[in-house]
Each structure stands twice: as structure tokens, then as C-alpha cells.
């Protein structure tokens, strides 16, 4: 069974850069679409970005495009979220998240391996 397990977040500055790492293990990881997503203190689970399985393929949500920058390794079974400029609403854990089929839908419950999050908090 894949395992995804999350890394780099922590306590930064607004306006600077953080690179989150997913690792995934278990499974032949070329054959996963990845996706990040992020769940600020009281709100729901929101899509991130998200990359299919070779890279050839990247969708943001609207607030993310432009800051943000989704990519793969599968050399290293791994997928990267870039933030740049980073602002205080990034605050929250932030989640990558795996799925066999490709889809064009971005929504929690289309995916079926989830990390435990790694939390970035951005001080003002």
C-alpha cells in the first residue's frame, strides 16, 4: 500500500519561500497523480495543486496559481510544493494526497492515499 509522508514545513516569515516535500513509499510511484492540499485551523480541506503521474500535467486553484509551483521526482518518489512570497492565509498543515486515476476533479474524496501533513505557519 503507498504511504505518503510529508515534509518541510515550519514557522517562516511572510514574503519569504518554503519547499514541502511528499515521499512516497509502497508502491510503484510513477503510476500516481499527486496532489496537494491544505486545511488552515477551523476550515475544511481545501485542493492546493496537484501533478500527474509524469509531470506533463499541473492544475492549481485559482488562489494558488502564480505563488505556488507543483513538481515530481519519480526517481525519488517524491513531490515538491514550491510557495513563494509566502503570505500569512498559507498558514495550515498541508497534505499531498495520491490517486491511480486520472481525473480532472480536485476534490478530497478523489483521492485515495493521504500523509499526515506537515503545518507551515507564516508570521506576519
Known amino acids: 500500500q503507498l504511504q505518503l509522508v510529508e515534509s518541510g514545513g515550519g514557522l517562516v516569515q511572510a514574503g519569504t519561500s518554503l519547499r514541502v516535500s511528499c515521499l512516497a513509499s509502497?508502491?510503484?510511484?510513477?503510476?500516481?497523480?499527486i496532489a496537494w492540499f491544505r486545511q488552515a485551523p477551523g476550515k475544511g480541506r481545501e485542493f492546493v495543486a496537484a501533478?500527474?503521474?509524469?509531470?506533463?500535467?499541473?492544475d492549481y486553484t485559482d488562489s494558488a496559481r502564480g505563488r505556488f509551483t507543483i513538481s515530481r521526482d519519480n526517481a525519488k518518489n517524491t513531490v515538491y510544493l514550491q510557495i513563494d512570497f509566502l503570505l500569512p492565509e498559507d498558514t495550515a498543515v498541508y497534505f499531498c494526497?495520491?490517486?491511480?486515476?486520472?481525473?480532472?476533479?480536485?476534490?478530497?474524496?478523489?483521492?485515495?492515499?493521504w500523509g499526515q501533513g506537515t503545518q507551515v505557519t507564516v508570521s506576519s
Open positions: 494526497a495520491a490517486r491511480e486515476e486520472f481525473s480532472y476533479r480536485q476534490t478530497p474524496g478523489d483521492y485515495s492515499y
Open positions: 509502497g508502491g510503484p510511484f510513477s503510476n500516481y497523480h
Open positions: 501533478i500527474n503521474w509524469r509531470g506533463t500535467y499541473t
